[in-house]
């Protein structure tokens, strides 16, 4: 008798493992987007590859009722009011309630690169009215409505309607990006040439 012939002997009688979605064990936990957000925000720090453009050193303070109202030369009225009246299909949410000004910064950072690069042309981020924020209220949302006129893919930006969340989010309309830009470009080029 072989090795294998023993082996097989001694096994005796043995079922296959089913296989299934249950190959993770029940105490792992799922990793959210959030937490996928924060390690990249950690990894950027540490490895130095930060161009955070946005500044901390100094803020207009705004009162926690202010609107943020914004939107660079070459934005269309109506497309402006459009964003302004919340007609826009919202592509994604930041939540920044509860965070630092340090803890915002680097979030809305990456949070509106990573947008732009999917191109996600209008975000909703919640950043709350700051009527408890020290030693300033409505601190965050001042330096919410600074930062955003600080990234270059702003279009326009502009305080939401109640039903989404009113003086406490703003509405973020950013440039298309690169990828789609060109898209659009040789589409219309295709289209010229068929006349």
Same mark, same amino acid.
């Given at each position: ?35 996928? /957000? ?6 950027? $720090? ?7 453009? %946005? !500044?901390?050193?100094?803020? =207009? ?53 990573d947008a732009h690069k ?12 700051? /009527? ?6 409505? $601190? ?7 930062? %955003? !006129?600080?990234?270059?893919? =702003? ?41």
């Amino acid at each position: 008798m072989n090795e294998f012939s023993e082996f097989i002997t001694e096994m005796g009688d043995v079922k296959p493992i089913k296989q299934g979605n249950k190959n993770r064990p029940n105490n792992t936990p799922k990793i959210n987007e959030e937490t996928l /957000l924060r390690r990249r925000i950690n990894a950027e $720090l540490s490895s130095g590859t930060n161009q955070n453009p %946005l !500044t901390t050193e100094s803020v =207009t303070l705004l009162s926690p009722d202010d609107i943020l109202s914004y939107k660079k030369d070459g934005v269309q009225h109506g497309v402006f009011k459009n964003l302004r009246l919340g007609k826009y299909e919202i592509h994604t949410v930041l939540n920044l309630h509860g965070k630092s000004v340090k803890e915002a910064r680097h979030e809305l950072f990456i949070f509106t690169k990573d947008a732009h690069k999917q191109n996600l042309r209008c975000i909703l981020i919640q950043h709350g009215k700051g /009527l408890q924020s020290q030693p300033h209220q409505a $601190l965050l949302k001042s330096y919410i409505n600074q930062w %955003l !006129t600080q990234l270059p893919m =702003t279009l326009a930006f502009h305080s939401a309607q109640p039903f989404h969340g009113g003086g406490s989010a703003t509405y973020l309309l950013m440039k298309k990006s690169d990828e789609s830009r060109l898209d659009n470009k040789e589409k219309h080029q295709k289209r010229g040439a068929n006349f």
